[in-house]
């Protein structure tokens, strides 16, 4: 009988083995912040974050130790600086995507952050729930800016180009254009499908195509470089 029950126990246990699927590193110079960021992110079933940094120096040291799936980054890390950080870690290892956090709307870090590999950029103002999603995005390979941030910043950039057509975008088919003047609105491929009545899957083709011939890595980078040079784009409507 014991023998059985033994069995019997073993093929009835189902003992949890689920694993988060993702890991976070927080980086900022606020303790309070941080453990305000721990508190919310470890209630995630799917989220595990695996470490904290206050400073460049051991923001760099962690990522290396802990090779998080995503770092959540504060812009300014007090006298240093989390664009910096960023580029270093991503050129350690391209696979981290990295959140910045700011409390303030700066256009200058917004495109040096891009610039240097940052897949999104957040207000730290906006909730809780909006900072979780953009987590799990980024830890998806998209990018996420946020458009209370973006939009004036991108309409900043056109206003002040010449109205001359940029060598690159003139690459672009009309279909490319639409694609692009709406992935710089912050659209999602699922959105611009809707929009445009195309398949997910047909939008993500249009999407690699264009950031081949934009010669850019990043839909966030290809937003930036219409917005640097796209005053004399115009999209098909």
């Not at 995630?44 to 400073?55: I, L, N, R, T």
């Amino acid at each position: 009988m014991a023998q059985s029950c033994e069995w019997f126990c073993l093929l009835t246990e189902t003992p949890d083995t689920r694993q988060p699927q993702l890991r976070i590193m927080l980086v900022d110079d606020h303790e309070l912040v941080r453990k305000g960021l721990f508190a919310v992110l470890s209630a995630v079933p799917e989220f595990e974050v695996v470490a904290e940094a206050d400073d460049e120096l051991s923001a760099i040291r962690e990522a290396e130790r802990s090779r998080p799936d995503v770092v959540v980054m504060d812009v300014r890390l007090g006298q240093g600086s989390g664009i910096e950080v960023t580029r270093e870690i991503r050129a350690r290892n391209p696979t981290i995507q990295v959140l910045m956090l700011t409390s303030f709307a700066d256009d200058e870090a917004l495109f040096a952050s891009v610039m240097a590999g940052a897949a999104g950029y957040l207000l730290k103002q906006i909730r809780s729930g909006a900072i979780i999603e953009a987590i799990r995005a980024v830890g998806a390979g998209q990018s996420m800016l946020d458009p209370a941030v973006t939009k004036a910043v991108l309409d900043q950039w056109r206003s002040a180009q010449q109205a001359v057509r940029d060598e690159k975008l003139a690459r672009l088919s009309s279909r490319e254009e639409r694609i692009l003047d709406l992935i710089a609105k912050g659209r999602t491929n699922r959105e611009i499908g809707e929009e445009l009545h195309l398949a997910e899957k047909t939008v993500k083709n249009y999407v690699s195509g264009i950031l081949a011939k934009l010669e850019v890595a990043r839909r966030a980078e290809a937003a930036v470089y219409l917005a640097q040079h796209g005053e004399g784009h115009r999209a098909t409507r």
